[in-house]
């Protein structure tokens, strides 16, 4: 009977190592993201510091590990091996939901999903033993769950949203205050009280508050920062503040880079330090309860695990592993790599194409905020009203495509860091184990807000993905309650087979995703997504956006075939697949129209002529992309519907115009690919040629209704096809027209002046 505890053990060995490089995959941007959004130092840079404080953070986290043990349930209502069934349900669980969350893109929170986790385990087996006890009843359910502490916990990590989205906000606004958006022209002086508040702030709660409680700290030192909190903090001040304004006024170094360069390491050192326990705080406890019970004698399904109860020393190595583990998380995964997108355009300064659809309750929010923002504006003085506009006054910044603007200055990154570490390290210092990702991201919110980032034209779209997150965030929390709780009963009920069964199917959905996911990284970088014109001449224009043209053409040509082809088959699946295809063009092409404004704004007065040309391309390509649309929709609607299939005749006279378009399509893009745009007119010249064609095959079709037709819906659907392929052939030939009588070959095309960044 005991080979099974090991195999448990083992199992969950297995299970802790592939939830830390889930986990950390999933939550390394939470302390990436300022640093990245702000582009204040190199990737490389980055992650070498964050690295550091992973690893820090990780021999700090001892004191967490008890949330596991004692946190959620009371241990010595539980026989040893009513425990183990909690420990691998919440560990299969964990690893699964994890896992299902990243592949659908969804937020979560490995904080949230550990103690709901852990929460619906403990509830489902003490309903399961009260069950099958007829002295007990479910008013006895209070005595198996620590109702106290999980009650703390649960309305810790909900009041941090409140309270990361209020002091972010608060303290951002008194930064911008006292430094405006112009932080660089102010005195020394300014930014040395910054950096000494920032750095103190980081030092104190960091360094003192959480490695205090490390174990590899000896009792001197401990003692020394018990007994004197308020001089270490007065001292630090003074130290740190005149030592930031000896490095800007000597040395001339950017003491905010410097700020959020410590603040990373921080963020990384609160993050390890509170989130450690959610990945490797179950098997440790696991662990530590099969070498209590294997010493005992008793058997399994008697003997009390109160010792779990009992404050138990983290074993040093086992942390040195997982810090290990969590560090070459954060060097080699690709999903820790790459940014995550929600969070840095939710809190981006500028205007970004918004993710979220605006809702009812975002436009209540926001329609309530700017009445209580003018109430209070009505209480200012005229000069307070000035001096705060001032502060507030954002520089222009060029850059030689706007992809390459930060997406917020370093101050913000800085308020970032400082309030998030400082929240997360207060909540671990008292044993709470707080979300880092819900503290980060509604400190980036509460600071965005602060900023104004949220404008009139994008408050109600960011207010709908804010309120989207957190709404994934609850449903992260009800899916860990229930999905433990049945794997908990299937657990309880199979035993060994089921947890051999589990394992495996938990084993094969990892390796599928992690395929999955290697596949998608490969076919990232799209050779057919379009780009921004960044050109300030129309020559410059012509060259620049010469291959998105081609890029349209190609999946233009690639569409309508498809179309043709899933009507002649009636192939449901292409023709479904078809729709996304011009469905994610469409987008793509609202993209760059809705640029248009940046790019007018980037325009030398010279050269505003461009900007003509470029609206007339976009038009041409919009109607391109809506003919497409509509010939995919109606072709899809036809055989989704089980409609009657088109003539051979219909189908035979289609692919004979879809072999003309191809042509017309494969001309017309190696034109562009080359950009021969004197070839255009040959291209030009076959115009009545292909209209002339079409224009028969509708006579045929009056004439084949007038006669032998008798289907309303295929005759409906055919003159549907050929007079849109008619607007098609317009449009196209519209364009190349526009780029046959705009293009120059003896001017040279002008473009902005490249930016060197730093790297």
Avoid at 646 to 667: A, H, R, T
Wanted: one cysteine or more; proline letters at 2%.
């Amino acid at each position: 009977m005991e080979n099974i505890y090991i195999y448990m053990l083992v199992a969950l060995a297995f299970l802790a190592i592939a939830d830390l490089v889930v986990g950390v995959s999933n939550d390394a941007v939470n302390f990436l993201n300022s640093a990245i959004g702000s582009k204040a130092v190199s990737f490389k840079t980055i992650i070498i510091v964050a690295s550091l404080g992973v690893a820090l953070g990780a021999m700090s986290s001892s004191g967490m590990m008890e949330v596991a043990r004692k946190g959620i349930f009371n241990p010595g209502e539980f026989m040893f091996d009513e425990i183990m069934i909690i420990f691998m349900a919440v560990m299969i669980t964990d690893i699964l939901l994890l896992d299902f969350f990243n592949t659908l893109g969804l937020p979560t929170s490995t904080t949230v999903s550990i103690v709901f986790e852990l929460l619906g385990a403990s509830v489902c087996v003490a309903v399961l033993k009260i069950y099958s006890d007829d002295a007990q009843s479910l008013l006895d359910l209070g005595k198996y769950i620590n109702n106290e502490k999980a009650i703390e916990i649960i309305l810790g990590i909900l009041l941090s949203v409140v309270v990361a989205f209020t002091v972010g906000a608060l303290i951002q606004f008194i930064s911008r205050l006292l430094l405006s958006f112009k932080f660089q022209d102010k005195p020394s002086i300014y930014g040395a009280i910054f950096s000494g508040v920032a750095v103190t702030s980081i030092l104190y709660f960091i360094l003192i508050k959480g490695v205090k409680n490390a174990s590899f700290m000896s009792e001197n030192i401990k003692g020394i920062v018990a007994g004197s909190p308020f001089e270490i903090i007065a001292i630090s001040f003074l130290l740190f503040t005149l030592l930031s304004y000896l490095i800007i006024h000597y040395t001339k170094n950017n003491i905010y880079t410097i700020i959020i360069i410590i603040g990373t390491f921080a963020l990384a050192v609160a993050f390890a330090g509170n989130d450690l326990v959610n990945f490797i705080g179950v098997p440790m406890a696991a662990y530590n309860g099969y070498l209590d019970w294997s010493g005992s004698g008793q058997l399994a399904t008697e003997y009390s695990m109160s010792a779990l109860a009992e404050a138990v020393e983290a074993n040093n190595y086992l942390l040195l592993a997982a810090g290990l583990i969590m560090v070459l998380t954060l060097w080699f995964s690709s999903k820790a790599k790459a940014v995550v997108k929600t969070s840095v355009d939710l809190s981006r300064q500028d205007n970004v194409k918004e993710r979220f659809e605006p809702n009812y309750l975002s436009r209540s929010i926001v329609r309530v905020s700017m009445l209580a923002s003018e109430g209070f504006n009505n209480l200012l003085s005229p000069s307070s009203k000035a001096y705060i506009e001032k502060q507030f006054e954002k520089p222009m910044l060029i850059a030689s495509k706007t992809e390459d603007l930060p997406a917020f200055d370093l101050v913000r990154a800085a308020v970032n860091l400082m309030v998030a570490s400082v929240l997360i390290s207060i909540a671990t210092s008292m044993k709470l184990p707080l979300s880092t990702t819900y503290v980060t991201f509604m400190v980036a919110m509460g600071t965005s807000l602060a900023d104004r980032a949220w404008g009139s034209e994008s408050a109600v779209y960011r207010v709908a993905g804010v309120l989207n997150v957190i709404g994934g965030w609850f449903f992260t929390a009800l899916s860990a309650f229930v999905a433990a709780a049945i794997m908990a009963v299937i657990l309880f009920y199979g035993r060994g087979y089921a947890l051999s069964g589990l394992l495996v199917l938990a084993t094969m959905l990892l390796i599928k995703n992690y395929l999955s996911h290697r596949k998608n990284s490969k076919v990232q970088k799209e050779v057919d997504s379009l780009q921004k014109a960044e050109s300030s001449s129309t020559q410059g224009v012509i060259v620049e956006s010469a291959s998105n043209i081609a890029n349209v053409v190609k999946r233009g040509n690639k569409i309508y075939t498809s179309a043709i082809n899933g009507l002649a088959t009636q192939n449901h699946k292409l023709l479904k697949k078809n729709k996304k295809n011009i469905e994610k063009l469409s987008n793509e092409i609202d993209d760059l129209r809705d640029n248009i404004f940046y790019f007018i704004k980037n325009l030398e007065e010279p050269s505003v002529t461009a900007s003509n040309f470029y609206i007339n391309i976009l038009g041409y390509l919009q109607d391109m992309a809506q003919s497409l649309d509509y010939i995919s929709n109606v072709s899809y609607k036809h055989i989704n519907n089980n409609h009657k299939k088109l003539k051979f005749s219909q189908i035979k006279e289609l692919k004979e115009i879809d072999e003309v378009m191809e042509q017309l399509f494969n001309d017309t893009k190696t034109a562009f690919d080359n950009n021969s745009f004197e070839d255009i007119g040959l291209v030009l010249k076959e115009k009545n040629t292909i209209l002339d064609m079409v224009t028969e095959k509708i006579q045929k079709q009056v004439e084949r209704t007038r006669t032998e037709e008798s289907s309303p819906k295929n005759t409906t659907l055919y003159f549907s096809l050929l007079l849109e392929t008619k607007d098609l052939l317009k449009a196209t030939m519209s364009l190349l027209e526009e780029y046959h009588d705009a293009h120059d070959s003896d001017v040279v095309p002008a473009t902005l002046p490249v930016i060197d960044e730093e790297e």
